[in-house]
């Protein structure tokens, strides 16, 4: 996995360029494990399913502009920045498998995208781009088996990540030409509305505190693909809390190393696991359904959430 | 070396009547419980080992508070609440109320719109951190008349105690 959404602080550029038509587009990340979608788009709803590859519907109103690129191998659907009013939209883009080698082999991919991917285009190397997707059917891959990789657009993958790409040429603006830009900002207020949190009370929150309560919430967008997958309630409970430990751990790695061992003595004592509440505790001390275990792990807690 | 089971100790020491019930304050702390007589024989874990209860002979909790006990607990299919002395049964009809601020705390027993109790009771202490990345912490951790107030108001917690979920 080369990136699970942490929130990025931005800008970051391709190149800058005079502003005259305006889209909100934005870079497709390459994952090598699925995404989580942690963004619902308003008022451009996204619904996420993800089982090999991605097909992400498109709901809501100002519907999304579709274009199609040929020549390459991304495919880019656009709608002008005025109708969504500063608002994020995704745009998504097909990535060939040598996309996924170019990963593989660049740890930094938003310092080398832009140079490796402007050469791909000028070396005519991207080919037949239609393949990949069925084009009457926005977002639904056509040639899954042609990817090893997974898809998200960052502001999908990224809560309160604001993306525009300024292209200088338009309805043509290609993803990767010369000229274009683009621009992704962190902004909490965002964040936190998209989360139904108290956005005033959200940017008050330490930086890290806001990271941990984001990929927190990140982990109810699971819930459908782990639904289509066929788990249970009880497996997808499971699952949850599991990875909600590991969201856990993460964070108490970046906690300041003087407030660690308060953390894990009291949970120690109060939960005999130094991570906290284990499944077991859940169910059998709090009593808590498998239903409230799932809402719990993508629910942040803590006194400073205000709760 | 022979395992004794935790049913054993309590069948010739304390009777059959006595339930295993877990500390909320102290997860190492275990204690057998009267349900007739209110008396809380605390143990510790450790010191039990093998013996000490398992999950599915863990019949409720309790937490000390300053000027008493709560215990939380089912018993012949039913959900009970000891506190301040007395036993309410925690059925559909019974809802818990909790209000206050800092260690003070105000807890309200209504049955069928008709109030039972009406106490106030003191926290020893309330551990939360500020800013704590523990997953599954919640406010009623600290506070175990708001977790008693929390299962009187959710059908499914209870069914969940009572082994139906």
């Known amino acids: 996995m080369r990136n699970i959404g942490l929130v990025r602080e931005g800008p970051y550029h391709y190149g800058p360029i005079p502003m005259k038509h305006v889209y909100v587009v934005d870079a497709g990340w390459l994952w090598n494990e699925p995404p989580v979608y942690v963004g619902m788009m308003d008022p451009t709803g996204v619904v996420y399913h993800l089982n090999k590859g991605v097909s992400p519907n498109y709901t809501g109103s100002p519907g999304l502009t579709e274009n199609w690129y040929k020549g390459l191998d991304a495919k880019s659907y656009c709608v002008s920045y005025d109708k969504l009013e500063n608002e994020v939209t995704g745009l998504f883009h097909a990535m060939t498998n040598d996309w996924n080698k170019w990963f593989e082999e660049n740890d930094d991919p938003t310092a080398k995208f832009d140079a490796w991917a402007r050469q791909r285009v000028l070396d005519g190397t991207v080919k037949n781009p239609e393949s990949w997707y069925n084009q009457k059917s926005a977002f639904v891959r056509s040639a899954q088996n042609e990817t090893t990789g997974y898809y998200a657009t960052l502001p999908l993958a990224v809560l309160g990540a604001k993306s525009s790409v300024v292209s200088e040429l338009g309805e043509s603006g290609q993803f990767g030409r010369s000229g274009s830009r683009a621009l992704t900002e962190y902004d909490p207020r965002f964040a936190a509305r998209q989360m139904g949190l108290d956005a005033e009370h959200f940017v008050n929150l330490p930086k890290l505190r806001q990271q941990y309560v984001t990929q927190v919430v990140s982990l109810r967008y699971k819930i459908p693909a782990l639904r289509q997958s066929g788990l249970s309630t009880e497996q997808i409970a499971r699952t949850l809390s599991a990875e909600r430990r590991a969201l856990g751990v993460l964070f108490k790695n970046r906690t300041p190393p003087a407030e660690l061992p308060g953390i894990y003595a009291r949970n120690m004592k109060k939960y005999g696991d130094e991570l906290g509440p284990t499944i077991d505790y859940l169910r059998n001390v709090k009593n808590k359904s498998w239903v409230e275990i799932i809402e719990s792990a993508s629910t942040p807690g803590g006194t400073d959430m205000g709760y | ?165």
């Not at chain 2, 304390?14 to 007739?36: H, R, T, Y």
């Not at chain 2, 909790?98 to 209504?110: A, D, P, Y």
């Open chain 2, 1 to 165: 070396m022979p395992v004794r089971r935790a049913e054993q100790i309590w069948d010739t020491k304390l009777g059959k009547n006595m339930i295993w019930v877990q500390s909320k304050d102290e997860f190492d702390c275990v204690a057998q419980f009267d349900p007739a007589t209110g008396v809380l024989g605390k143990h510790s874990r450790a010191a039990l080992g093998v013996v000490a209860p398992t999950w599915p002979e863990i019949a409720g909790s309790f937490s000390e508070v300053k000027n008493g006990a709560f215990v939380l607990y089912r018993y012949r299919g039913q959900i009970f609440l000891r506190a301040f002395g007395n036993v309410y049964e925690l059925d559909n009809q019974t809802v818990v109320n909790v209000c206050g601020t800092g260690f003070k705390r105000r807890m309200s027993i209504q049955t069928m719109g008709c109030c039972v109790l009406d106490m106030e009771y003191e926290l020893v202490s309330r551990n939360a951190i500020s800013c704590d990345p523990t997953p599954f912490v919640e406010d009623e951790d600290f506070d175990f008349g708001l977790f008693v107030s929390n299962m009187s108001k959710s059908r499914e917690r209870r069914e969940v105690m009572l082994g139906k979920s």
